[in-house]
């Protein structure tokens, strides 16, 4: 943390300008030591026109963001050198800042200072991240309500509430006879326990939707060769991207391209048909058949809809019965054979397109994504929602201690261990390894 700490802040290439960001005690100085335009002791959050020199050479033109402390994104001294873009203007610039004794900063070093000093909270330090990785405009409005900090706001309150409770317990222990205060009654706390506990799972249950917003939904397209899932494929993204042929086995690797559905991305994974082959190449593309449809979130199986079923179709109807799932009965252009009942079944072909409007709307009917709420306040990944299961363990553990007339101190030890985790969400408790995994994720110079 004493070092000042150098990094190009925008992604290295052929551009017009690059940002070259440098923080810590020393960045006015150092900066001054390589500009012609020196920066004065009183000038703060201005930017200077002026050049980079260094031995007597002109390395570039450039503007200089001058941001004293404590009002910065790292709260220490920042300044930001905007210089032509490119590789050699911007790495040069670097290397001299090096040499003037500046260190490289590691990945997310620049949001790590600013968490540790105190101006954003680990939730928002993840949205900084989530919303400079952002690719639907979904995700980047729900890390853009993380770092607002509604999630934060949420988690405080019902830290809040446990205090308010532990608050109450201690003064009902130390000083019974002040009748002043609630008096905490095991029924009364049985009673905020369960409230608080409810809001817990609530969040864990609105995490998928933060989930969903945050990764998109993986549909891998099952089933037999030849039933026409290629065709469902090119048809959803309204692109010729798999070849499709009569000839069962045409699709022999994995296809895949993305949709939007009400803002939410949805990866389509065509695959190769599955059925037993000793073809080698169709044997491993059918591994990965299997492997995919393991991995996705929704199966979306295809079946001729003009052939009876036969033992394969069946096979694999039984195999993704378990798991959500869509069926789709294709070819309806022709006679349909194939009489099934399932709750998420639709009928259609790709021929004179049928049915691919209802194929989407039912992928919206599945994951529930018109419920998703506009204000968009979700856990967004595992650390979150594993620190609010645990936390919510405790309160459930306390709930049991309460209900076998357990000493009530002992019970308080329980709400003490859920506010510690509830705080290790937003970083007020937090272990520097944490710390440190979670920073690893970012870009340099963020
Ligand atoms: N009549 C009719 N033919 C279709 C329909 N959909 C696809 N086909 C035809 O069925 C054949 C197979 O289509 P594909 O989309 O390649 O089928 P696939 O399931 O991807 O086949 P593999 O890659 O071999 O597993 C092609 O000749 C398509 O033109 C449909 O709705 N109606
Ligand atoms: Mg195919």
């Given at each position: 943390?004493?070092?000042?700490?150098?990094?190009?802040?925008?992604?290295?290439?052929?551009?017009?300008?690059?940002?070259?960001?440098?923080s810590?005690?020393?960045?006015?100085?150092?900066?001054?030591?390589?500009?012609?335009?020196?920066?004065?002791?009183?000038?703060?959050?201005?930017?200077?026109?002026?050049?980079?020199?260094?031995?007597?050479e002109?390395?570039?033109?450039?503007?200089v963001?001058?941001?004293?402390?404590?009002k910065?994104?790292?709260?220490?001294?920042?300044?930001e050198?905007?210089?032509?873009?490119?590789?050699?203007?911007?790495?040069?610039?670097?290397?001299?800042?090096?040499?003037?004794?500046?260190?490289?900063?590691?990945?997310?070093?620049?949001?790590?200072?600013?968490?540790?000093?105190?101006?954003?909270?680990?939730?928002?330090?993840?949205?900084?991240?989530?919303?400079?990785?952002?690719?639907?405009?979904?995700k980047?409005?729900?890390?853009?309500?993380?770092?607002?900090?509604?999630?934060?706001?949420?988690?405080?309150?019902?830290?809040?509430?446990?205090?308010?409770?532990?608050?109450?317990?201690e003064?009902?222990?130390?000083?019974?006879?002040?009748?002043?205060?609630?008096?905490?009654?095991?029924?009364?706390?049985?009673?905020?326990?369960?409230?608080?506990?409810?809001?817990?799972?609530?969040?864990?249950?609105?995490?998928?939707?933060?989930?969903?917003?945050?990764d998109?939904?993986?549909?891998?397209?099952?089933?037999?060769?030849?039933?026409?899932k290629?065709?469902?494929?090119?048809?959803?993204?309204?692109?010729?991207?798999?070849?499709?042929?009569?000839?069962?086995?045409?699709?022999?690797?994995?296809?895949?391209?993305?949709?939007?559905?009400?803002?939410?991305?949805?990866?389509?994974?065509?695959t190769?048909?599955?059925?037993?082959?000793?073809?080698?190449?169709?044997?491993?593309?059918?591994?990965?058949?299997?492997?995919?449809?393991?991995?996705?979130?929704?199966?979306?199986?295809?079946?001729?809809?003009?052939?009876?079923?036969?033992?394969?179709?069946?096979?694999?109807?039984?195999?993704?019965?378990?798991?959500?799932?869509?069926?789709?009965?294709?070819?309806?252009?022709?006679?349909?054979?194939?009489?099934?009942?399932?709750?998420?079944?639709?009928i259609?072909?790709?021929?004179?397109?049928?049915?691919?409007?209802?194929?989407?709307?039912?992928?919206?009917?599945?994951?529930?994504?018109?419920?998703?709420?506009?204000?968009?306040?979700?856990?967004?990944?595992?650390?979150?929602?594993?620190?609010?299961?645990?936390a919510?363990?405790?309160?459930?553990?306390?709930?049991?201690?309460?209900?076998?007339?357990?000493p009530?101190?002992?019970?308080?030890?329980?709400?003490?261990?859920?506010?510690?985790?509830?705080?290790?969400?937003?970083?007020?408790?937090?272990?520097?390894?944490?710390?440190?995994?979670?920073?690893?994720?970012?870009?340099?110079?963020?």
């Open positions: 943390m004493d070092d000042t700490i150098c990094a190009i802040a925008t992604s290295l290439g052929v551009g017009a300008i690059s940002i070259i960001r440098i810590g005690s020393k960045a006015i100085e150092v900066t001054n030591s390589i500009f012609s335009n020196k920066i004065k002791t009183n000038e703060t959050h201005i930017i200077k026109y002026g050049h980079i020199i260094n031995d007597n002109i390395i570039d033109e450039v503007l963001m001058v941001m004293r402390a404590p910065t994104y790292t709260v220490e001294d920042v300044v050198i905007n210089c032509h873009g490119g590789y050699e203007t911007t790495n040069n610039i670097l290397r001299i800042l090096l040499n003037k004794g500046c260190r490289l900063a590691e990945p997310g070093e620049f949001t790590k200072r600013a968490f540790l000093n105190g101006r954003i909270n680990l939730l928002e330090s993840e949205a900084v991240n989530e919303l400079i990785t952002a690719k639907t405009s979904s980047r409005k729900l890390a853009l309500n993380q770092i607002g900090g509604n999630l934060t706001k949420l988690i405080k309150d019902i830290r809040e509430d446990l205090v308010s409770l532990m608050a109450n317990i003064v009902n222990i130390d000083y019974p006879e002040y009748t002043d205060n609630l008096e905490i009654t095991n029924n009364l706390l049985n009673e905020k326990l369960v409230e608080i506990s409810k809001k817990l799972e609530n969040l864990v249950k609105g995490a998928k939707y933060g989930k969903i917003v945050s998109g939904i993986k549909v891998a397209i099952v089933g037999k060769p030849n039933v026409g290629s065709s469902i494929l090119n048809h959803l993204l309204d692109e010729q991207k798999a070849i499709v042929t009569d000839i069962a086995g045409t699709t022999r690797d994995i296809v895949e391209g993305s949709i939007s559905l009400n803002g939410i991305e949805v990866l389509l994974i065509d190769a048909g599955i059925h037993d082959t000793e073809d080698i190449v169709e044997k491993i593309g059918v591994e990965k058949s299997n492997q995919a449809l393991n991995d996705a979130d929704v199966v979306l199986l295809v079946l001729d809809g003009s052939q009876n079923l036969d033992a394969d179709d069946q096979k694999l109807i039984d195999l993704i019965k378990d798991k959500t799932h869509i069926i789709f009965i294709n070819k309806s252009d022709k006679d349909i054979k194939v009489d099934i009942k399932d709750d998420n079944l639709v259609g072909n790709t021929k004179d397109i049928n049915g691919l409007d209802s194929l989407k709307n039912k992928l919206i009917e599945v994951f529930n994504i018109n419920d998703i709420n506009k204000d968009l306040t979700y856990l967004s990944n595992a650390r979150q929602i594993d620190l609010v299961n645990k919510n363990d405790s309160l459930i553990r306390a709930k049991d201690s309460l209900d076998q007339n357990i009530i101190d002992m019970i308080e030890s329980d709400l003490k261990t859920c506010f510690d985790l509830l705080g290790e969400i937003i970083g007020d408790t937090y272990e520097e390894a944490v710390i440190d995994r979670l920073f690893k994720d970012f870009c340099v110079g963020k």
